[in-house]
């Protein structure tokens, strides 16, 4: 069989980085046909109407899911749509997704991130990764205060959020885009114990999947990534209030 032939729409710095070295890795398994500078929605639902896989960032898709939604009714298969740089994929969170088991009913969460954006860092001047995004799961509720203390970033640049999830448990997430670090720590505490994951920035790399499969992973689709995105405008828009509880839009 041939193999799949792709192509690459953007390419920026996170796709001269990272996309250009992982795929060089498994160059054997794929063509590469094209890259091409721009990326948009329109283009990628453009693919989609002619059974092309979309694999994209997560900016903008939950305003084109409906028409994604509709290509079933005008297609042999609805072509998979999916979310790239997922840290629902990060090794670490892999594992521990294994070992929640161990800790038993889950009774609270933490989440912690520590993502610099200053003029240090290669993506500050890139306008899109202004709007900072971060993936949340079964959230139904969230109450929020949001601070802006670096002036040279777009506000909010901090927030402190407690999160309300679908089975009633509760949690909080404190983010933070004007510091000097970088840190993410999920930390998980069980009737039986707990389970804490930090993900480290090794040597400026991050955590990717090499598997090379056609299936529509759940994790990887479209429907989560609008999911993650309505927990941040939730997150903004309780900012907003002063703190008061805003319900998440459901997917």
Excluded at 66 to 92: G, V
Aim: net charge neutral; glycine share 6%; charged share 20%.
């Amino acid at each position: 069989m041939a193999p799949p032939q792709i192509a690459i729409l953007g390419a920026g710095i996170f796709v001269k980085t990272e996309y250009i070295p992982r795929l060089s890795e498994i160059a054997d398994l794929f063509v590469l046909k094209a890259i091409w500078s721009r990326t948009e929605v329109d283009l990628s639902l453009k693919l989609l109407r002619n059974g092309k896989h979309v694999l994209q960032a997560i900016n903008e898709v939950k305003t084109a899911l409906s028409t994604y939604n509709s290509l079933s009714s005008s297609l042999p298969r609805q072509p998979i749509w999916a979310i790239a740089e997922n840290y629902r994929f990060e090794p670490a969170f892999l594992e521990g997704k294994k070992l929640m088991p161990d800790i038993g009913d889950l009774v609270n969460f933490q989440i912690l991130v520590e993502a610099p954006m200053n003029s240090s860092n290669p993506y500050f001047s890139s306008s899109w990764r202004h709007n900072f995004t971060l993936a949340g799961c079964e959230v139904t509720s969230v109450s929020a205060m949001t601070s802006h203390v670096d002036t040279t970033l777009p506000p909010p640049d901090s927030m402190s959020s407690i999160i309300q999830l679908e089975n009633g448990r509760s949690g909080v997430l404190v983010a933070v885009l004007s510091g000097k670090t970088f840190k993410l720590v999920h930390r998980f505490v069980g009737a039986k114990g707990t389970l804490q994951i930090d993900v480290e920035n090794r040597e400026g790399k991050f955590g990717f999947s090499k598997d090379l499969t056609f299936r529509a992973e759940t994790r990887l689709s479209v429907i989560e990534g609008g999911r993650d995105v309505a927990v941040i405008e939730a997150i903004l828009e309780s900012g907003n209030k002063q703190g008061a509880l805003v319900q998440v839009n459901r997917f």
